[in-house]
């Protein structure tokens, strides 16, 4: 009667964690063999027999009768008096099987019997989350938000798996509710300890590639290739495309009519400012495409340190700066080019960039400058006082005091 209470608790698993018959009976049978070998030191000549759907189980020790005062091995032999008080009938050489009773084994060991079931089951099934969720990296996966800490949003799937969205992989507008349903890619899953750690990221350019597959057909179906994303989450991407379809324009379809296609992916990373460009193996063409919206008067390149010269009419600097120098970085991290911007200055005028006043200016202040675009001396001459105060977070003095360094070097 032990034996079947104690399996029918044990079958209880098999409906809540769906797992197999097959694998439960093997789960079961360690577990038993593992109990066995605490109690007797082997479990060689030990049979177990169970049927988890009906819940029985049997254990049987068998062992072979030897004369009394000639055991040598306790669980391969028994002596013949021994045997004679399971049937008496048992000759010295015969084979003596022997069910062993779960109560046999000991309260404690029961007891150890379950904690070591559902240690083992709860391994399975973190190897199975660990096995299901690796097949998914990279993958695009929804789940909802359970609670909010500090550092990390906690998601659940439909199945009550843990996804982790770490600060640090949300985009800085990205705001939850408990509740809310949250996209993002299967950035890594580990096994720590026994428990798979399962990371979402919406930051990592991936993301965008696989939105634009789920969101624009021609993608999805192979017409249009994704060669490269770059972003600044939150802020600014470029994602270069490119078609083997010649009939295909590949920025079109990606962008569709008024913007109706990309707008929901726009939407989905907090408005981020995304521009689609026409991959080309051309690196002169491929360069100034990238920094678009910014038209490009020249450029030089240098391919054995990967760098490019690109001249520009000065108002057309800003454009390929950008805000905060995002649309540069951009373009360079896309075509894997540095990119130098030069100004054709009017009527022959020279400009000369701000690192140069390292000797008379702080880096950090140069740093401030460079955040807003303005990389160059007649860059930030431009601008009055008041603009260059709103604009940075620099004090007026120190404004004040850079304006005279610069002014002085075209005086002189």
Sequence with gaps: ????????????????????????????????????????????????IINPDKGDMEIWRNRVVVADGEVEDPNAEISLSEARKIESDFEIGEDVAEEV??????????????????????????TNIYKQFKDLEGEIYNAEVHHIRHRA?????????????????????????????????????????????????????????????????EVFDGLITVKKVVRIPGEKAKVAVDSYDDRIDPVGACVGMKGSRIHGIVRELGNENIDVINYTSNVNLYIARALSPAKINSIKIDEENKTAEVSLRLEE?????????????????????????????????????????????DAWIIEEFHKIGLDTAKRVLEYDIEDLIARTDLEEETIREVVKILKEEFEE
């Design 101 to 126: 009773k779960l109560v046999d084994l000991g309260r404690r060991a029961i007891l150890a019997l379950r904690q070591n079931l559902i240690a083992k089951i709860h391994e399975h099934d973190n």
């Design 317 to 361: 600097v800003s454009k390929a700066i950008g805000r905060g120098g995002h649309n540069i970085r951009l373009a360079g991290q896309l075509t894997g080019y540095e990119i130098d911007v030069i100004r054709e200055g009017e009527e022959g005028e020279e400009d000369v960039e701000l690192k140069e006043f390292a000797d008379e200016i």
């Design 1 to 48: 009667m032990e034996n079947i209470a104690l399996i029918e608790s044990f079958s209880e698993f098999k409906d809540d964690k769906l797992i197999d018959r097959v694998t439960l009976m093997a789960i079961l049978e360690e577990v038993f063999r593992t109990a066995l070998k605490r109690k007797y030191g082997s479990d060689d000549n030990f049979d177990i």
């Design 153 to 217: 949003v906690i998601l659940l799937d439909d199945e009550g798996n843990e996804i982790i969205l770490p600060k640090e992989k949300q985009i800085p507008s990205d705001f939850f509710r408990k509740g809310d349903n949250v996209r993002g890619i299967i950035e890594s899953v580990d096994l720590k300890g026994n428990k798979p750690t399962i990371i979402m990221s919406r930051t990592h350019p991936l993301f965008l590639e696989k939105l634009f597959e789920q969101e624009i057909p």
